[in-house]
């Protein structure tokens, strides 16, 4: 399945590096190794990028002129969304979710410098999200304009093949480095990366252990949404075929208080991690991802002392500074 049946726009700074966690491998008793998929880009920074290089080609494809997509007030994907459509020459309209008047810091004050059209609707409203968008690409047809609907992390069909794609980069990593990597883990929040990394291993016969963190929801409902992108993927092959639950191991049990909220034992380890490999991981995801791969290592369940493991940094960074008055309490400044 080497040849894909989608084109790509290039916008993303790849390979990416990958880089021993020399202290955590040391501390963990497992050599750990992280791919630094949040240098993808400074303002296109993280996984997203990945998959909206082949949904923006799709969009181009198809001659529209105005990408629409949704996320929360901090989405990383709603950022580097308005970023590649200036890059593209292409509109951008974010639905974002909020409930009362937000700071424009982070994400969104980048949004904002990027010229996207910001919308806020309530939580209420987002539940409606696809519908929302929907109306908006009427409005736009009134205007002879050409909406494109990206949805909530690009983890459709189409975004997938990002991280497809990103295997085979991982894979010639390998061969270059002289090491095997035994595991790949990454952090889930729409199961897009989870769901093209997964594919990629089954088709392609890679047999890795592939593991997903997830940082909201159950891993029941990750393993439906997982099963769910792949069936989309595999339409563009033409195939009537889809992942089972089998071949998906997602890991429950790290979304502490719930969807970009932080717990006191999270932002602790998020500041041990920086000084212990002088790595930033963000709040919302990567930040709560490594410390259950850290936990996870401890209990021995899904690895074992030998093993290799990969973990995708898949980026975050701007969604630290909105939270920097949460740290007073365990860093030397006050709130
Ligand atoms: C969106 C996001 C994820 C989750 O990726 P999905 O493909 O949506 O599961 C992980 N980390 C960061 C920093 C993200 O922005």
């Given amino acids: 399945m080497k040849d894909l049946p989608v084109e790509k726009v290039y916008l ?7 880089q021993k966690l020399i202290n955590t491998s040391l501390k963990c008793g497992t050599d750990i190794f992280i791919k630094r998929d949040d240098q993808t880009g400074t303002e296109l920074s993280g996984n997203k990028i990945r998959k909206l290089e082949y949904a923006i080609a799709e969009a181009k494809k198809n001659n529209c002129t105005t990408l629409i997509t949704c996320g929360g007030i901090q989405s990383n994907h709603c950022r580097a969304t308005a970023a590649a459509a200036v890059k593209q020459g292409m509109d951008c309209i974010l639905v974002l979710a909020a409930d009362e008047k937000v700071p424009p810091n982070g994400n969104l004050l980048m949004d904002y410098l990027f010229g996207a059209d910001v919308r806020f609707v309530s939580s209420e409203e987002y539940a409606n999200r696809n519908a929302i968008m ?5 409005e736009l047809s009134a205007q002879r304009k050409k909406g494109y609907i990206i949805p909530m992390g690009a983890s459709n069909g189409i975004g997938t093949f990002g991280y497809y794609n990103a295997m085979d980069e991982i894979i010639e990593q390998e061969k270059q480095l002289g090491i095997t990597f035994d595991s790949i883990v990454c952090t889930v929040g729409s199961g897009g990366t989870y769901a093209g990394l997964c594919l990629s291993n089954k088709e392609n016969g890679y047999g890795k252990k592939i593991i997903g963190i997830s940082i909201s929801e159950s891993a029941d409902f990750f393993v439906n949404q997982v099963i769910e992108i792949s069936k989309e993927f595999y ?4 195939r009537n075929d889809a992942l089972t639950a089998d071949d998906i191991c997602i890991i429950e049990g790290y979304a502490g208080k719930g969807y970009a909220l932080s717990s006191p034992h999270e932002l602790e380890f998020i500041k041990n991690f920086a000084r212990q490999e002088a790595i930033i991981l963000d709040p ?6 490594m410390y259950g791969l850290s936990r996870e290592i401890a209990k021995g369940t899904h690895f074992n002392e030998e093993e290799n493991i990969l973990f995708i940094h898949t980026g975050g960074l701007f969604g630290l500074f909105p939270k920097s008055g949460e740290f007073a309490q365990i860093l030397p400044f006050s709130s």
Wanted: charge should be positive; hydrophobic fraction near 30%; aromatic fraction near 14%.
């Fill in 12 to 18: 993303a700074n790849l390979p990416t590096k990958i």
């Fill in 235 to 238: 339409c563009y092959f033409g």
């Fill in 134 to 138: 929907q109306n908006i690409c009427e």
């Fill in 284 to 289: 919302v995801y990567t930040g709560k991802a």
